[in-house]
């Protein structure tokens, strides 16, 4: 028999799932940050920093303020924690890393049997990269003296160093070992990690069905579709998995009024862990990039709240602005907004304030004191809110600043 969850609780379900509706602590540490990780299982990469970038902000909305360079000396120094191709680009605890050969050898299988590839073009290239970081990494790829270490276009036009270095790191045979700023650092995996993560032999489908319960369990309950895409797994294969998991107990089926597809109740699964919470007490923004809406069909069905970030949409097409977070309160997305940290000017500005159905009526209040708990994090003396948004009036008043004129400034 297929048990029924409410679309509330289901939602409930899936905040507590990622740390959502605890006491926030008052001090945050090494442990609150460990835990805060591991119960995410990957903290996704991106290199936008028009407010801040990514992988900070899902602890910044779990735990509130905490030091970034804590966080940076936890994950951009080789030991407990690596980065790899989780989800897209992330930072996962280092014991999952062998979970992924199965994808390492595919990214591996797919250069090489590709006569075309850059791959197979470059074998000899490959080889002394090889070499260059026995006999001198860790490095980064601006630390790489070749004639090919130059960019071939724009600011995105890889060097064929980069991409020998890229190619080598999706094929598991070099590792990060580090980031020096922003800057990823390479080394042969032997260099980096220990022996009996190397030793670690796990068959394709034994690592699908552990990355299956991991997800699952990150995502408290869901569809095949939302499990699956947590790390980017082959559908066939989830699909196998999670049927596995569900006959060891571990998966229980559910359905979740209103989540369809088409004409027909989609089949979701609860994770056999999870927690079901009464209430959700929470006062967040949302990375584009946090598990909570990165998938946006699941945060559609979730919360109503269609979400589409518009970095790569022209100025004049954007319909809410340039680096849009969504603002979650209690166990609804109320509102969203877009941030810029001016950090010349010490100055975090609200570009545009939107309000969601269904905010609850102090959603300008609670926000107002957000965006200040977020200005003093940042490091920012001033708050200043542009004329843009339902809600931009509202948040001004309640922050006790004037509303200026249109602040995206943004490319």
Same mark, same amino acid.
């Given at each position: 028999?297929?048990?029924?969850?409410?679309?509330?609780?289901?939602?409930?379900?899936?905040?507590?799932?990622?740390?959502?509706?605890?006491? !926030?602590?008052?001090?945050?540490?090494?442990?609150?940050?460990?835990?805060?990780?591991?119960?995410?299982?990957?903290?996704?990469?991106?290199?936008?920093?028009?407010?801040?970038?990514?992988?900070?902000?899902?602890?910044?909305?779990?735990?509130?303020?905490?030091?970034?360079?804590?966080?940076?000396?936890?994950?951009?120094?080789?030991?407990?924690?690596?980065?790899?191709?989780?989800?897209?680009?992330?930072?996962?605890?280092?014991?999952?890393?062998?979970?992924?050969?199965?994808?390492?050898?595919?990214? !591996?299988?797919?250069?090489?049997?590709?006569?075309?590839?850059?791959?197979?073009?470059?074998?000899?290239?490959?080889?002394?990269?090889?070499?260059?970081?026995?006999?001198?990494?860790?490095?980064?790829?601006?630390?790489?003296?070749?004639?090919?270490?130059?960019?071939?276009?724009?600011?995105?036009?890889?060097?064929?160093?980069?991409?020998?270095?890229?190619?080598?790191?999706?094929?598991?045979?070099?590792?990060?070992?580090?980031?020096?700023?922003?800057?990823?650092?390479?080394?042969?995996?032997?260099?980096?990690?220990?022996?009996?993560?190397?030793?670690?032999?796990?068959?394709?489908?034994?690592?699908? =069905?552990?990355?299956?319960?991991?997800?699952?369990?990150?995502?408290?309950? /869901?569809?095949?579709?939302?499990?699956?895409?947590?790390?980017?797994?082959?559908? +066939?294969?989830? $699909?196998?998995?999670?049927?596995?998991?569900?006959?060891?107990?571990?998966?229980?089926?559910?359905?979740?009024?209103?989540?369809? !597809?088409?004409?027909?109740?989609?089949?979701?699964?609860?994770?056999?862990?999870?927690?079901?919470? !009464?209430?959700? $007490? +929470?006062?967040?923004?949302?990375?584009?990039?946090?598990?909570?809406?990165?998938?946006?069909?699941?945060?559609?069905?979730?919360?109503?709240?269609?979400?589409?970030?518009?970095?790569?949409?022209?100025?004049?097409?954007?319909?809410?602005?340039?680096?849009?977070?969504?603002?979650?309160? @209690?166990?609804?997305?109320? +509102?969203?907004?877009?941030?810029?940290?001016?950090?010349?000017?010490?100055?975090?500005?609200?570009?545009?304030?939107?309000?969601?159905?269904?905010?609850?009526?102090?959603?300008?209040?609670?926000?107002?004191?957000?965006?200040?708990?977020?200005?003093?994090?940042?490091?920012?003396?001033?708050?200043?809110?542009? @004329? =843009? /948004?339902?809600?931009? /009036?509202?948040? +001004?008043?309640?922050?006790?600043?004037?509303?200026?004129?249109?602040?995206?400034?943004?490319?």
């Amino acid at each position: 028999m297929t048990n029924s969850l409410s679309p509330s609780l289901a939602r409930r379900i899936a905040l507590a799932a990622q740390g959502f509706g605890r006491p !926030r602590p008052a001090v945050v540490g090494t442990r609150q940050l460990n835990a805060a990780i591991e119960r995410a299982e990957v903290l996704q990469i991106d290199s936008v920093n028009v407010f801040e970038r990514s992988h900070y902000l899902p602890l910044f909305a779990r735990l509130g303020a905490y030091d970034k360079q804590a966080l940076d000396r936890l994950t951009f120094r080789p030991g407990r924690y690596i980065e790899y191709w989780g989800h897209e680009a992330t930072v996962m605890p280092v014991e999952s890393w062998p979970l992924f050969r199965w994808r390492m050898d595919a990214f !591996r299988a797919r250069s090489l049997t590709d006569p075309d590839s850059w791959a197979n073009a470059n074998g000899p290239f490959l080889d002394w990269l090889r070499c260059e970081l026995a006999d001198k990494g860790p490095l980064a790829a601006s630390e790489i003296e070749h004639d090919a270490n130059r960019r071939t276009g724009p600011w995105w036009g890889w060097s064929d160093v980069k991409i020998g270095l890229e190619t080598l790191f999706r094929w598991g045979e070099i590792v990060s070992a580090g980031r020096s700023g922003f800057e990823r650092r390479y080394a042969l995996a032997t260099q980096i990690l220990p022996q009996s993560i190397l030793d670690r032999d796990v068959s394709r489908g034994d690592a699908i =069905r552990e990355l299956v319960r991991k997800g699952a369990a990150a995502h408290g309950v /869901g569809t095949l579709d939302d499990i699956a895409d947590y790390f980017r797994l082959p559908l +066939a294969d989830a $699909k196998t998995a999670v049927a596995e998991l569900e006959d060891a107990g571990d998966l229980v089926p559910v359905t979740v009024p209103g989540w369809m !597809r088409g004409t027909q109740p989609r089949q979701a699964w609860l994770a056999s862990t999870a927690r079901r919470p !009464r209430s959700i $007490k +929470a006062d967040a923004l949302l990375s584009p990039f946090d598990p909570v809406v990165w998938a946006r069909p699941r945060a559609e069905r979730l919360f109503g709240f269609h979400y589409r970030i518009e970095i790569y949409t022209p100025k004049h097409k954007r319909v809410h602005g340039y680096y849009v977070l969504p603002v979650l309160l @209690d166990d609804t997305i109320a +509102a969203r907004v877009d941030l810029k940290n001016d950090r010349q000017a010490k100055t975090l500005r609200v570009q545009a304030a939107w309000l969601e159905p269904g905010a609850p009526p102090d959603t300008a209040d609670r926000l107002a004191a957000l965006i200040t708990e977020t200005a003093r994090w940042q490091g920012a003396d001033q708050v200043t809110v542009a @004329d =843009r /948004g339902t809600l931009s /009036g509202g948040l +001004a008043s309640a922050l006790r600043v004037a509303v200026g004129p249109d602040g995206d400034n943004s490319p």
